[in-house]
């Protein structure tokens, strides 16, 4: 039988909701989900984290086998912070989480750092190598994803690449298709990044700046990101992106839109 990709359903989906009822919400659709960050952040972010992370926990068992990737914190990046003992500290625990709920694969950005910068990599390959060694020991997959920011490393994919080889092909990839576009290396980072990819964030936006919108709506090229997938077969996580910022009916309607879309109905050839 052909590989396909599986799909998931972001919780900015349901930005209005917290984690655990986002989550909820789109296993009532009968839907996989990826818990983004988004949500806590719009919730009081670090300062409120704790808390939300013990109500998904208290429920862990429920949520086991719904929950296809999880997407790491992305406020504390700067390297002073990142780097120090409070800020692995910090991602080690929603390594945990995943761990606690069965989660295989985690999501993460680069260090906020500018790309010129002499110490670019190093400090990315050092911060990164101490995310993998904890994240393999509970056999979650660590996917570094592409950069909106142009400015700053880790948004081409030659920046990746170079990562991927300096940690010696231990992270996979997260190609987030809107902020491939928006830097106009979508083809480019399909044909370079793709047999490294584990994941891809799907939504769509007018190329200048990262709406999240619903795929089709925007100004990918849609046929594109089709054809790449079918023709490589690819099946890694097709993590559904896109945010609602809505009444939870509003939301809900969107979430059947999406699912309805030619990319969430890729049939193999």
Known sequence: MPLMPLHAYSTMFYTCLPPL?????????????????????????????????????????DLRGHIRAIHMPYDELDPQRALSEPGYRR???????????????????????DRGHENALRLNLEFLEGIVEEAEESGIVVAVENRLER??????????????????????????????????????????????????????????????????????????VENWITRVRFDGVLVFEVSCKGDIQTCDRLV??????????IQPR
């Open 151 to 224: 400015a700053w490393y880790g948004s081409s994919p030659r920046d990746l690449l170079a990562i991927i080889e300096g940690l010696g092909g231990r992270v996979r990839i997260c190609l987030d298709l809107g902020h491939a576009h928006i830097n106009g290396n979508l083809e480019e980072s399909l044909q370079a990044l793709g047999r490294h990819m584990a994941a891809m964030h799907v939504h769509d936006n007018d190329g200048v700046k990262d709406l999240h919108k619903p795929p089709y709506t925007g100004t990918i090229r849609w046929s594109l």
């Open 91 to 113: 991602f080690f625990k929603w390594l945990n989480l995943a761990r606690r709920l069965e989660i295989g694969l985690a999501v993460i950005h680069t260090l906020r750092i």
């Open 21 to 61: 009822k986002a989550i909820e919400r789109i296993m009532n659709h009968g839907l996989l989900a990826e818990l983004s960050y988004d949500n806590l952040a719009i919730l009081g972010g670090a300062f409120m984290e704790d808390m939300y992370i013990v109500e998904l926990l208290r429920v862990s068992s």
């Open 256 to 265: 059947e839109e999406v699912k309805s879309s030619p990319i969430a109905n």
